[in-house]
């Protein structure tokens, strides 16, 4: 059974930041791409951000500039920097793991509430 432990969210004022955690046991860590999804009430789930192994990003439009996903491979963690957050930001955010770097994800942590107001 694959664990992936989120951490972070919270209530937060528009323009403020929060830094989401996400740590995985190492073999997973090691050698996939991994992501950030998030879900809106009433909305589909829709990607934030993703990194492969060497540490290339990509985002979604409604995020860049604002948004920074990294990864430590030290510690076996994966975190999302979110800055001059919007209250359309509001939303479950999920970090999950993306075996063949293709958006299919295989291992999804519990969730974390993210509320801008």
């Known amino acids: 059974h694959v664990q992936l432990v989120e951490s972070g969210g919270g209530p937060v004022q528009a323009g403020g930041s929060l830094r989401l955690s996400c740590k995985m046991p190492?073999?997973?860590?090691?050698?996939?791409?991994m992501g950030w999804l998030r879900q809106a009430p009433g909305k589909e789930r829709e990607g934030v951000a993703s990194?492969?192994?060497?540490?290339?990003?990509t985002y979604a439009d409604s995020v860049k500039g604002r948004f920074t996903v990294s990864r430590n491979n030290a510690t076996n963690t994966l975190y999302l920097q979110m800055d001059n957050l919007k209250p359309e930001d509001t939303a479950m955010y999920y970090c999950?793991?993306?075996?063949?770097?293709?958006?299919?994800?295989?291992?999804w942590g519990q969730g974390t509430q993210v509320t801008v107001s």
């Open positions: 999950a793991t993306d075996p063949n770097c293709n958006s299919e994800y295989a291992y």
């Open positions: 190492k073999d997973i860590f090691s050698t996939y791409c």
């Open positions: 990194i492969d192994s060497e540490g290339t990003a």
